[in-house]
């Protein structure tokens, strides 16, 4: 670390239009202009406010900071592990996982029949705004699901998130109205197992 940095809004891996019929143009655009930008800049504007009591030597309400950068944060790294663990359908994305993330996976759950039932679970049971994570950490030798509220409750420190769906309104609506279960059922289409695989490397 020696630098101080801000958060800027990464682009797409793919072409906006990418991951359709799964996930439209148009909801694609949406939410990574729009609601993951408001994430960044939500983000940015508290670092600045921390860098500006800081320098100042003033006082600042850290209850009310963390809490809010906690959201922010969550919501920024989230989106960002989101979209790269996604790819066009039939070309990197859909199928079924290969190498040491299909190991893991039938370690853990026994099969990934098993898996893909509990995660869609997760998902579509999630209360409210949040997110179904797959992560895991060597200290238990095995992958759990983590099934987030909003974009940083219920997250486990230090485990290694490999993939992440994300099940706001915001992530659906477009495409899918009010029907959540059928956006889960297409994101299986989109999975890139090969960015799922490179983040389990990561695992300590
Ligand atoms: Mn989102």
């Not at 989106?79 to 790819?87: G, L, Q, S, V, Y």
């Not at 219920?154 to 998130?161: A, E, G, L, T």
Request: charged share 20%; proline share 3%.
């Amino acid at each position: 670390m020696e630098k101080i940095k801000t958060f800027t809004l990464p682009k797409l891996p793919y072409d906006y239009n990418a991951l359709a019929p799964y996930i439209s143009e148009e909801q694609l655009k949406l939410h990574h202009d729009k609601h993951h930008q408001a994430y960044v800049n939500g983000a940015n504007a508290i670092f600045e406010k921390i860098d500006k009591a800081h320098q100042e030597n003033a006082a600042l309400d850290i209850k009310a900071v963390a809490k809010e950068l906690s959201f922010h944060i969550g919501g920024h790294l989230l989106h960002t592990t989101f979209w790269e663990n996604m790819a066009p359908a039939g070309k990197s994305g859909g199928g079924q996982p290969g190498g040491a993330v299909a190991d893991m996976i039938n370690m853990g759950f026994g099969s990934f029949e098993q898996f893909k039932k509990q995660f869609t679970l997760a998902a579509t049971s999630t209360e409210g705004s949040g997110w179904a994570a797959l992560a895991a950490h060597t200290c238990i030798g095995r992958p759990l699901i983590m099934q987030i509220e909003k974009h940083n409750v219920n997250v486990f420190p230090n485990f290694q998130i490999l993939m992440a769906l994300d099940v706001w309104e915001h992530a659906y609506y477009l495409d899918y109205k009010n029907d959540r279960a059928k956006f889960v059922e297409a994101f299986w289409n989109l999975v890139n197992w090969d960015k799922v695989n490179k983040n389990l490397s990561l695992v300590k």
